[in-house]
């Protein structure tokens, strides 16, 4: 297995990952780029592929940079271990699903908080998937060394009234929580 940072030549296998693994209008080219964009500072790409040895797309990861990312009202920054201007924001990750359970996505994490902390970052922030299969989200970054800061209801509701996101679970009425969770470097 190949992890390397995402280029363009990744993008169109990452949007169909996330789609599928996310559900439908998740991702597209745009959101991508301002992904990858988000989380390259100083020359440095903190959005990660996996690849397997024929270089197909085992999963991704996508983090923005500390001081390259909005807070909004999903974020409890009073709660944090660091300071604001020293947190990054893990974004998204998607493994497929012939891959799970082979240890990707910890590794996918491992390059991005490497990347991160070469630009600077002490720590990083998620809003993980609370009712994903079997709570895989949570229990991988807890396992990582995540600590739970706060709940939120309809996380991504926003998301399927003003972007048509069409949440795998709940279709276009998104009722899933987001367990805000920090993760120190």
Not at 37 to 64: P, W
Not at 142 to 159: I, M, Y
Request: aromatic share 10%.
């Amino acid at each position: 297995m190949i992890i390397t940072p995402i280029t363009h030549k990744h993008y169109e296998d990452v949007i169909t990952l996330a789609n599928l693994v996310h559900g439908e209008n998740y991702l597209d080219r745009l959101g991508l780029e301002k992904m990858c964009d988000m989380g390259t500072k100083h020359g440095i790409n903190a959005c990660f592929v996996a690849l397997d040895d024929n270089e197909q797309l085992l999963g991704f990861r996508t983090s923005y940079s500390a001081q390259q990312w909005t807070i909004d009202k999903w974020c409890t920054p009073k709660e944090w271990p660091v300071l604001p201007s020293q947190m990054a924001y893990f974004k998204c990750i998607a493994i497929s699903p012939t891959a799970q359970g082979q240890g990707i996505g910890p590794k996918l994490l491992q390059a991005s908080i490497n990347a991160l902390r070469q630009q600077g970052a002490l720590a990083g922030v998620a809003h993980l998937w609370k009712q994903s299969p079997g709570n895989g989200a949570i229990k991988y970054f807890t396992k990582a060394g995540g600590q739970l800061v706060a709940v939120h209801d309809e996380r991504w509701l926003e998301n399927c009234l003003v972007d048509n996101y069409y949440c795998t679970i709940c279709g276009n009425q998104c009722q899933c929580q987001a367990a805000e969770m920090t993760l120190l470097f």
